[in-house]
């Protein structure tokens, strides 16, 4: 069964660091476009960064410059790194994998990333 499994949530201070990681399971990465998205109580949920399977990286306007989103093939991992961190970065942070031939969408759980201050 295909899965997204995500790590590297958690509290940081403003203008700090955090790499996010989602590895995927039963899947080829190479076949997928990849993005993370991001949701916080209240608000619609936000695409932050997508990389499509010919490596055009795409960010939302509030997180360009600061974030970079990549992928490690060979691993089957994606991550997200996240530069100079604001209070408004503070959400919960999925990772999403779409196969670029079947429409196939898959979803990680979910990682917190919580920004102080």
């Known amino acids: 069964q295909v899965q997204l499994v995500e790590s590297g949530g958690g509290l940081v201070q403003a203008g700090g660091s955090l790499r996010l990681s989602c590895v995927g399971s039963q899947m080829n990465f190479n076949l997928y476009s990849i993005a993370w998205y991001r949701r916080t109580p209240g608000k619609e949920r936000e695409l932050v960064a997508s990389?499509?399977?010919?490596?055009?990286?795409v960010y939302a306007n509030s997180v360009k410059g600061r974030f970079t989103i990549s992928k490690d093939s060979a691993k089957n991992t994606m991550y997200l790194q996240m530069e100079s961190l604001k209070p408004e970065d503070t959400a919960d942070y999925y990772c999403?994998?779409?196969?670029?031939?079947?429409?196939?969408?898959?979803w990680g759980q979910g990682t917190q990333v919580t920004v102080h201050s």
């Open positions: 990389l499509s399977r010919s490596g055009s990286a």
């Open positions: 999403n994998a779409v196969h670029a031939d079947y429409g196939f969408e898959h």
